[in-house]
């Protein structure tokens, strides 16, 4: 009696242990934005549909709002060789029947092929449903007697992901750009981070900002939730210098530099702007409001000496700040 007392104990103690992984599949959530995921292994064998191995984990994870979303997941072998050959590991998508067994193998609906690998890849499954849950499960028929079978996972793709953007996307200082996310579950409020200095959200998943430099490249992230994860989507502004000044004329009649040349000033966002060009004493020889005209190297009609003339550009922008640009320009005849 003792004996069969033992292996009842011995039976139930391996059944638990064996029912574990499967059972903590909704525990075990992978989220895209997440720290790799580094496990091993545990002896449990389980078989449905195309998979069967003898040692399985399971993953749970759940889909953003994209249609149609592309799954990638990432399997990176550390250790898993025993010796014998069953150095391949196993991977499969599949969708877990609401209020079923998890460790049932009839719970599960397959939706991928049955992946394999003896070293690292990434798997690629497609038509993933809009805020739904999935199931991944990893397997191996490793011997664990030459110890342990280790391996990284991880899962990325439009399916568990945050996809943002800005329109337009290249802008110059003094104009501005919107920011946009989606794929986050319904009713997803997106923060932006860092938020930029000048900036207004104008809905959920919008936020117009005006940068405050030339010359550099942006990068903030739209952060949301899918599931129980918090997502992250970069997102990178280009803004290039608003004006390109020539730094002389030749006002011969020739067609050729007749005129100051002043590049991008006639965008409407600098309608305001003044130009002043002084002589050498500090006499204004030229100024506008606007640059509609360019400068033709007079002075009421009179025609200006060769030389060094010094100028003052005051973009004058409504919502922005833009110290002014000073320099020499020259006539050249």
């Known amino acids: 009696m003792k004996q069969l007392f033992l292996a009842i104990s011995l039976f139930f103690f391996v059944a638990e242990a064996l029912a574990q992984p499967c059972a903590s599949v909704a525990n075990n ?11 091993q292994l545990s002896s449990s064998p389980f078989s ?29 072998l550390q250790d898993c060789d025993d010796f014998s050959g069953n150095n391949t590991m196993g991977l499969v998508v599949a969708e877990l029947i609401p209020s079923s067994d998890p460790c049932l193998p009839a719970s599960y609906n397959i939706i991928s092929p049955c992946f394999t690998t003896d070293s690292s890849e990434v798997f690629f499954v497609g038509g993933l449903l809009p805020d739904h849950d999935y199931v991944i499960l990893v397997g191996s028929d490793h011997d664990p007697l030459f110890g342990i079978c280790s391996y990284d996972l991880f899962i990325g793709g439009t399916a568990v992901d945050i996809i943002a953007g800005t329109f337009p996307y290249e802008i110059v200082l003094g104009e501005s750009t919107s920011a946009m996310a989606q794929g986050g579950s319904p009713g997803t409020t997106y923060t932006w981070d860092p938020m930029p200095e000048f900036s207004e959200i104008t809905s959920d998943s919008t ?83 606007g640059y509609r005209t360019p400068w033709d190297g007079t002075n009421n009609g009179k025609f200006l000496p060769t030389g060094a003339y010094y100028y003052v550009i005051e973009l004058n922008t409504y919502n922005l700040y833009i110290p002014p640009y000073v320099g020499i320009v020259s006539i050249i005849r």
């Not at 992978?30 to 790799?36: E, K």
């Not at 993953?59 to 399997?75: D, I, K, M, Q, R």
Request: hydrophobic share 40%; with cysteine.
């Open 207 to 289: 936020m117009t900002f005006y940068p405050t430099e030339e010359g550099q490249t942006i990068s903030i992230s739209a952060v949301g939730t899918i599931g129980d994860c918090t997502v992250n989507a970069p997102i990178f502004v280009n803004i290039l210098s608003p004006i390109s000044i020539y730094n002389a004329l030749t006002p011969n009649d020739d067609n050729i530099d007749d005129n100051w040349t002043i590049t991008g000033i006639d965008r409407p966002v600098f309608e305001a702007a003044v130009v002043s060009v002084f002589d050498r004493w500090g006499q204004q020889v030229f100024k506008s409001l």
């Open 48 to 76: 449905t549909g195309c998979f069967s191995y003898s040692m399985t984990n399971f993953y749970s994870f759940h889909t953003g709002t994209t249609p149609n979303g592309v799954l990638e997941a990432a399997l990176l």
């Open 29 to 39: 959530v992978l989220c895209a934005d997440a720290p790799t995921a580094t496990d």
